[in-house]
């Protein structure tokens, strides 16, 4: 690997994308230093040409393996169908969905069967729902950091006025806080964050008992849940002291309900205990303590989607998967050889950050995920669509490719790495269809041809979000919006719209020193509030008021409305690529707020969303 050549040829064969094209849609190729640094951190092995799993999608014709004698395909139950072959030799999969065996002889082969289309909830026309960042929830007795509890009010909201979803920012277990601390850098995407479940909603005796027995205890839990932001380490312990000594409680003061708990936990097996022994340690508790914290949030979100689904909502809940996992947490701690090993992941300069982004997470190895037959990937995606009704891929170009950079570099020393694109979405819409979830894909930022196409295709809705939904200068009339997408007025990488309107992340970007000329941009922004307001008309209101009505009106089969803007908000959840210069994920929502106007807002966007579906 001494030459250039030599160099992009392996890079080529590795997967990696040696030319590319950024979001100006200019052609980069990248520089072999950069190929050589990131080739060391791939495993490039080579996979078997039908190891593991295939897949298809329902009646495709696949090349099998080379067998004499009568072939059938063999159900999950055991069930056997006679398959046939065409002229050409291939063999045509079953037209129902499922994970089937091909047998021939002594030949078989697993092949995942995929619907063509996710699967969407039948006479759900145009729906709408609210998105909610969890931790910045408000209700009794949260300590600091919003859980489950909290999603009560927005949850009578939703079914006072008809809504059919609330998604929310990543459930996933995390990271021990820090000053960086971040939902989308977990430590473990197959298992839930116990600091985001309410002890009260789950366990009200218990909780009250505690805290009536412990004065010191109660201080501060009442403190953490008046404070205006987030402590993250200091509200983690207080919730986790809380957790520690409720577990003591039931199994004193409870005991059949502490044997229904241990059931579960014994049901959950090696997993679990695996997760546990790797969580545990002297700031959390115990691996005791994590299972039974994994237990509280499994019950508390499941009786937040069954109200929902109660009370009329058609999605309920929709969950958030993160694109990677902390290289230092429990995933990619017991992950080994399936996760990318010295590198990380990042994006290239976009219309989020210009000077790019380097997140310092890390994913699956795509040839892992071959050699393993999709195991990891499979793991996480049933994880995350248990008890829900909706799961938002995060990234979801990460599907087709990833920007991958050696761990520490600067975020432009990246290049795109491939995965096994057209495997991972059959997979991805086979599970869809068997949990019952609709499926979001995030699909921001530096977009191949084709991709939101192909992704349609499929029935996996993409992401149009205003300040977005342009051509050029001209933003686009709510006809014209994409169909199979979720419209939202902002993102957690946005201000809201009342705050991007008035330049809220351009003084802050300034304020950083990451934008030389203000005026300048800030004289760009009042021309885009101008076009704005060119298209969506009226007067007297304020233009934030009036571009949620374009939000409302969209095509989109699917409207969100973040609560953020929902009471108003200018305040931003995260600035991309900030750690410490910007409060990300520490802003609550406030203690008060105009409650008829919110109510208001909801009210507008329920009922032309329901006028627009009849």
Not at 44 to 51: D, L
Not at 495 to 522: K, N, Q, T, Y
């Amino acid at each position: 690997m001494n030459t250039d050549a030599a160099v992009r040829e392996t890079a080529r064969r590795a997967g990696l994308l040696v030319r590319w094209t950024d979001v100006a849609g200019a052609a980069r190729e990248v520089a072999p230093d950069v190929l050589r640094a990131v080739l060391e951190g791939l495993q490039c092995e080579a996979v078997p040409e039908h190891a593991g799993l295939r897949t298809a999608c329902c009646g495709q014709l696949l090349v099998m393996p080379e067998a004499a004698g009568a072939a059938c395909w063999v159900d999950e139950q055991g069930a056997a169908l006679p398959a046939r072959a065409d002229a050409q030799g291939r063999w045509r999969v079953p037209d129902q969905p499922g994970y089937w065996q091909w047998r021939r002889g002594d030949q078989q082969q697993a092949v995942a069967v995929a619907p063509q289309r996710a699967w969407w909830p039948r006479g759900t026309l145009r729906g709408w729902g609210l998105s909610a960042q969890v931790y910045s929830l408000r209700a009794p007795g949260d300590a600091g950091i919003g859980d489950s509890a909290g999603c009560a009010r927005w949850s009578e909201l939703l079914h006072r006025h008809g809504g059919d979803a609330l998604a929310l920012s990543p459930l996933h277990a995390g990271m021990p806080p820090g000053p960086g601390y971040s939902p989308y850098s977990p430590s473990d995407r197959r298992w839930l964050d116990p600091l985001q479940v309410s002890l009260p909603q789950v366990l009200p005796d218990a909780a009250n008992s505690v805290l009536g027995g412990d004065e010191a205890l109660a201080a501060a839990v009442e403190a953490g849940t008046a404070a205006r932001r987030i402590d993250w380490p200091h509200s983690a312990a207080v919730k986790w002291r809380w957790i520690r000594q409720v577990r003591q409680w039931i199994a004193a003061q409870a005991p059949s309900q502490h044997a229904q708990i241990e059931t579960w936990r014994a049901m959950q097996g090696d997993p679990l205990r695996h997760y546990c022994q790797h969580a545990a340690d002297r700031f959390t508790g115990s691996a005791d303590d994590h299972a039974f914290a994994q237990w509280l949030a499994q019950q508390g979100w499941a009786q937040v989607h069954a109200t929902l689904r109660d009370e009329g909502a058609s999605i309920g809940l929709i969950a958030d998967l993160a694109v990677g996992c902390a290289p230092q947490g429990v995933e990619a701690r017991t992950g080994g050889a399936d996760l990318l090993q010295g590198l990380e992941l990042g994006a290239p300069p976009d219309a989020f950050n210009p000077l790019g982004q380097a997140w310092g997470i890390t994913s699956w190895s795509p040839m892992a995920l071959l050699r393993e037959g999709f195991a990891p990937y499979l793991r996480v995606l049933r994880a995350v669509m248990s008890g829900r009704g909706g799961l938002r891929i995060d990234h979801i170009l990460g599907l087709l490719r990833l920007w991958v950079l050696p761990r520490g570099a600067d975020a432009g020393q990246g290049v795109y790495l491939r995965y096994p694109f057209d495997d991972l979405i059959n997979l991805l819409v086979l599970e869809s269809w068997r949990h019952r979830c609709v499926l979001i894909g995030e699909d921001l930022g530096v977009v191949p041809p084709g991709m939101r196409q192909r992704l349609a295709a499929r029935g996996i809705l993409g992401i149009e979000v205003l300040p977005f939904a342009r051509n050029g200068a001209r933003f686009l009339p709510a006809p014209q919006w994409r169909r199979d997408a979720v419209a939202m007025p902002s993102t957690h990488d946005l201000p809201p719209l009342a705050g991007w309107l008035r330049g809220r992340d351009l003084r802050w970007r300034a304020r950083l020193g990451e934008l030389a000329d203000l005026p300048a941009a800030l004289r760009a922004r009042a021309s885009d509030a101008q076009a704005l307001s060119a298209v969506v008309g009226g007067e007297g209101a304020p233009l934030d008021a009036r571009a949620l009505s374009l939000v409302a009106h969209a095509a989109s089969r699917l409207a969100l409305l973040p609560l953020e803007d929902a009471l108003g908000g200018r305040a931003q959840v995260n600035l991309p690529g900030t750690v410490g210069g910007h409060p990300n994920w520490r802003r609550r929502l406030p203690p008060t707020w105009d409650a008829d106007s919110a109510d208001a807002r909801v009210a507008r966007l329920s009922a032309t969303r329901r006028r627009a579906g009849q």
